[in-house]
Structures are given as structure tokens and as C-alpha cells.
């Protein structure tokens, strides 16, 4: 699948009935701001910025930029039209952004190839065991 097929796919995720309880929503990102889950975020987040910031092409860092915001967009809608907790879908967007980015540029990163698969399956990217 391209990736603007995967982001139209972003549209149809539904999110999981036990995040309709507050303090599930609560417990799980605390989970993602717990050192595991964050630091590879951020070790995924920082590698991506660096190959970013290593290229020349100033068109194809502003194309990039705009499909990965449109795709960020699209899904913190997703997110807060379902559950209506903005740092939720803030996080979660975040993610997408992020998995856009690295797909689109071709780049391979376990981590957010770990995310990209649990959304396509439906789930939040695993936490803590979660």
C-alpha cells in the first residue's frame, strides 16, 4: 500500500471501546510518557529529523511537510471526533506524522514500523505492556 492509501485508510480507525473511560485514556498515556515507549519515540523522532536536516532539496522537504501535516491533521480528527480528549489525539497524531514521514522518504525504523503495524491492526501503539 502507497502511503496516501495508507493515510485515506486512517479515516476508518476506530478506537478501541475501553478508551470511552477517561481514566483508561489517562493510565495509557502515562504509559507512553514512561522512559521505554518515550525514548524510543524520540531516538525514531531525532533519527528522522537528522535525515531530514541532511537534505538539499528544499521542494521535497516542503512536500513532505505538507503530507505529513495533512495526514496528522486528518487523524487527530479521527481521534478527538471519538473520544473528544485532545492529548490523546494529540499524541496519536503524532505517531502518524512521524510514520508518514519515515515511509514516505523510504527510511526503515523498527520502532515505527512497530506503530505503523498496530494501527493498521486497529490498535494504539503497545506501551508497558499494555
Do not use: C
Request: net charge negative; no cysteine.
Amino acid at each position: 500500500m502507497d502511503v496516501t492509501s495508507w493515510i485515506k485508510s486512517l479515516a476508518m480507525f476506530k478506537v478501541d471501546s475501553k478508551y470511552e473511560d477517561l481514566d483508561e485514556i489517562d493510565y495509557y498515556l502515562e504509559q507512553r510518557d514512561a522512559e521505554l515507549f518515550d525514548s524510543q519515540w524520540m531516538e525514531a523522532h531525532n533519527n528522522f529529523t537528522a535525515i531530514i536536516e541532511s537534505m538539499n532539496n528544499e521542494a521535497v522537504k516542503r512536500q513532505l511537510e505538507e503530507l505529513q501535516s495533512l495526514a496528522q491533521e486528518q487523524f487527530y480528527k479521527t481521534i478527538i471526533k471519538q473520544t473528544g480528549h485532545s492529548d490523546l489525539a494529540a499524541y496519536l497524531s503524532d505517531d502518524i506524522y512521524l510514520i508518514v514521514g519515515y515511509l514516505t522518504i523510504g527510511h526503515s525504523n523498527d520502532f515505527v514500523l512497530a506503530m505503523k503495524m498496530g494501527y493498521e491492526h486497529g490498535e494504539f501503539p503497545k506501551v508497558g505492556g499494555i
